[in-house]
């Protein structure tokens, strides 16, 4: 009797912390072959069965690491999804595939600190510029159609995708059709449902930006002198923990896409996220239309109006 094996293979910042830790590490029945994962763990299937084995790790598709933030990376991010892909199939033909995804403007701002953590010194704009070949992501980087028809071509079943934000909003029909997708009757109950994850605060993305944009000598001088000085007032941790700290300094906001540019993505992915819309209508029955870039808009605009009218 053979195992299923389902891969969930990112997107990072799409919720697959969240699912790794309050779901599949969870999940009755389910084999969770753990974060990060070992390959050893598959040779050790015989000796409990388990006909559902999950792997997942956001870093399956291609890390979103030193070599895609370096100034000139070796391979796009998009061409080393294509590429691990075809890997992975290779490797794992029978295996089923979970793919979460998040809105494109959404995907930029989270994966944003990301960037920072990897040592990146530019703003946002830098990132990710629209219609713009200068930033270190591109906008084919961000098309994510291209990326279900290459999991289509190289897996004999079709994949199934989920998007960050049901998490938030419909996170009982997300386990319902998930394990409707792996076979199993065992729904998993999350009684936990907060984000694992925060953002990047504007004071904290300062900090770290003026920490990164220094040569090696010079930043582990800063480095040292930062923990040095919070070390006076009792507090210690990693360089991230203690910026984390700045978050709680003074009124803050999120860092965010600029507005003009969070226009131009609309208009760039509107008709690629509006595919992905359909894909998990017509293969789950879930309608989340409200989650299109028009929708956002209008949304946005009828806030404007209200403020006006106040």
């Not at 309050?22 to 050893?40: A, C, D, E, I, M």
Request: proline share 5%.
């Amino acid at each position: 009797m053979e195992t299923s094996l389902f891969i969930h293979v990112g997107l990072p910042k799409t919720g697959t912390t969240f699912m790794q830790e309050k779901v599949f590490k969870t999940w009755q029945g389910v084999n969770y072959l753990g974060r990060p994962f070992h390959f050893s763990r598959l040779f050790k299937l015989n000796q409990v069965f388990f006909p559902i084995s999950i792997i997942s790790s956001e870093n399956i598709l291609g890390k979103l690491g030193e070599d895609i933030f370096s100034s000139a990376p070796e391979h796009s991010y998009r061409s080393s999804n294509f590429l691990a892909i075809k890997n992975l199939a290779t490797i794992f033909p029978n295996a089923k595939i979970i793919l979460s995804l998040c809105r494109q403007d959404t995907f930029v701002e989270s994966i944003y600190k990301q960037y920072l953590r990897n040592g990146g010194n530019l703003s946002i704009s830098g990132l990710y510029t629209p219609n713009s070949q200068s930033g270190i992501l591109h906008d084919e980087d961000l098309e994510f159609i291209p990326l279900i028809e290459c999991i289509i071509q190289n897996f004999q079943t079709p994949p199934f995708v989920f998007l960050r934000e049901e998490i938030a909003t419909d996170l009982d029909g997300l386990m319902e059709d998930l394990a409707h997708f792996i076979g199993t009757s065992t729904v998993p109950q999350v009684n936990n449902r907060r984000p694992l994850n925060a953002g990047v605060m504007s004071l904290e993305g300062d900090f770290l930006r003026y920490l990164n944009g220094s040569s090696l000598i010079v930043r582990f001088l800063k480095v040292r002198a930062v923990h040095l000085f919070f070390k006076i007032f009792g507090l210690t941790g990693s360089t991230y923990e203690i910026a984390s700290l700045l978050r709680n300094f003074g009124r803050q906001t999120p860092i965010k896409i600029p507005e003009p540019h969070k226009l131009a993505m609309r208009d760039e992915f509107c008709s690629d996220w509006s595919a992905v819309l359909e894909y998990v209508r017509t293969t789950r029955g879930r309608d989340c239309e409200k989650f299109a870039f028009e929708k956002i808009q209008n949304h946005r605009q009828e806030h404007s109006e209200t403020d006006a009218l106040i």
